[in-house]
Structure formats: structure tokens, C-alpha cells
């Protein structure tokens, strides 16, 4: 039951007031909103389909968009439409808002995330004006859920120079990349759990497919993580890691 009512009011803000208050986070403001699930409605500028993932530009064009939709490859199979629907048209996007690459972004599980501004208004009765004109109580996410960017991240037993370490001896540049020259960062984005382990381990920015295995491969095999800390607590985080090919 309650995660039918998550499902159901996956959009809903919460109100604080019985005041008209503004409602609407543009993609903009998403920098003050780091490490916290929230909806961000803007426009689509530009969208990528690349063969890891398809990256959709909110409020600005690529690569200097002030927020990124990251579709995930094996992600889109979920979606009925092709995300292109969405170009040039005012959308809303709920998830958590991290740092990827340097700009910020919000992956995208399931299409539920992603609805129509105008949808977006009428399910918390938003005016034109962008103010809250009744309030609305929200469903808050399970406790448990990962966070996107707690207080202290998780860290690799030792240490980044444990983790650099750990690379040296064990990348094995595949010979197909080796030969093309292909050379670069892999990006593996993962969910540190309570007790070290990792789970959900996928490449979000790749190179040559042999490339993509191999980062995997290292990730799925190494050390455990010390867990991530926030507000006192130890708690499933996110983190992503890059393993260069050079």
C-alpha cells in the first residue's frame, strides 16, 4: 500500500504553508537542491542517445545544460515512447540531484519520473504564476532509499591511493582498444550498501565495449567500500568511480 501511494503522488511538493508560495524548481536552481529528491521543471534543449545511456538537456544546451537527464542503456527498454518526444517541450523530472562529470544530474529509473510541466501543475494545483494555491501533502520516499550525496561519502578501504593502487596492478587494457588506440575514462555509477558491498554496478559514460567490461570488472571484484555517513547514521549512498584507459 505504501508504495502505491509513493507511486501515485510521486510528484506531489510539500506545502508548508496555507500561503500561495512558488512551487516551481527550475533547472537552474538545481545546484541549491544537491543531495536532495526533488521535481525540476525546464525546458528540453538537446537530447543524445548514446550507446550507454541517452542524456536529456534541461534549461540550457549541451555540454553547458545547468542539469542532465541520464537515461541509463538498460533503462530505456522501460520507456514505450522514444525520449525525443520530449524535445523543445517543457517537462518535470523527480530524483535525486547528484554531481556527474562535473555538472549536475538526476538518473532516470522509470518513466514515472519524467512528466509534462502542464501535468505537473495539475496534479499540485500550481497557477501560471508558478504559486502553490492550496497545500498538498506529500508522500516521503522510504528512509532506506539511496542518498545521492550524504554528508560523507563512501570511500574506497584506504583510500583514494589504495584505489589508484588497486587499478595499476589489476587493469587489463583490452587488446581490441589497445589496438584501435582507444583511450579514455570509464564511468561506473553503484550503490554502496550499509555493510560495504555494492549492488546495482552499471557504466554510465563508457568507451569501447571491451573498456566497459573490464571497469566492471575491476569494480565488481575490489575491495569493499567503507559506507557513507548522513545526518549520524551510516546509509546507502551512491557513487560513481572512473577507471582510465591510457
Not at 542503456?73 to 522514444?82: A, C, H, I, L
Not at 520530449?86 to 538526476?106: D, E, F, M, T, V
Not at 532516470?108 to 519524467?114: C, D, G, H, N, R
Not at 561519502?153 to 593502487?165: F, R, S
Request: with cysteine; charged share 25%.
Amino acid at each position: 500500500m505504501k508504495r502505491t501511494l509513493l507511486h501515485l503522488f510521486f510528484f506531489l511538493v510539500i506545502s508548508t504553508s496555507m500561503k500561495a508560495q512558488n512551487a516551481i524548481v527550475t533547472a537552474k536552481e538545481a545546484s541549491q537542491f544537491v543531495g536532495q529528491n526533488i521535481s525540476i521543471c525546464d525546458s528540453v534543449y538537446n537530447i543524445n542517445i548514446l550507446e550507454g545511456a541517452t542524456y536529456v538537456s534541461l534549461g540550457g544546451n549541451y555540454p553547458n545544460a545547468p542539469l542532465t537527464l541520464v537515461i541509463l542503456k538498460e533503462d530505456r527498454q522501460k520507456f514505450s515512447f522514444n525520449p525525443t518526444a520530449y524535445n523543445n517541450k517543457r517537462i518535470c523530472a523527480r530524483g535525486g540531484i547528484s554531481k556527474g562529470n562535473g555538472s549536475l544530474q538526476i538518473v532516470v529509473k522509470s518513466p514515472e519520473q519524467i512528466i509534462t510541466e502542464q501535468k505537473y501543475r495539475e496534479i499540485n494545483r500550481i497557477d501560471e504564476s508558478g504559486n502553490m494555491y492550496e497545500p498538498i501533502n506529500a508522500v516521503i520516499a522510504d528512509a532506506d532509499d539511496p542518498v545521492s550525496n550524504p554528508e560523507t561519502p563512501p570511500q574506497y578501504i584506504g583510500g583514494m591511493e589504495a584505489w589508484l593502487d588497486y587499478l595499476t596492478k589489476n587493469l587489463k587494457y583490452p587488446t581490441k582498444a589497445k589496438e584501435l588506440g582507444i583511450k579514455g575514462r570509464v564511468q561506473v555509477l553503484f550503490i554502496v550498501e550499509k555493510d560495504g558491498s555494492l549492488s546495482d554496478i552499471k557504466v554510465i559514460r563508457g568507451l569501447e565495449p571491451g573498456c566497459n567490461e573490464e571497469a566492471l570488472r575491476l569494480v565488481k571484484t575490489g575491495t569493499k567500500f567503507k559506507p557513507a555517513m548522513h545526518r549520524g547514521e551510516v546509509v546507502r549512498a551512491y557513487h560513481s568511480v572512473l577507471v582510465r584507459f591510457e
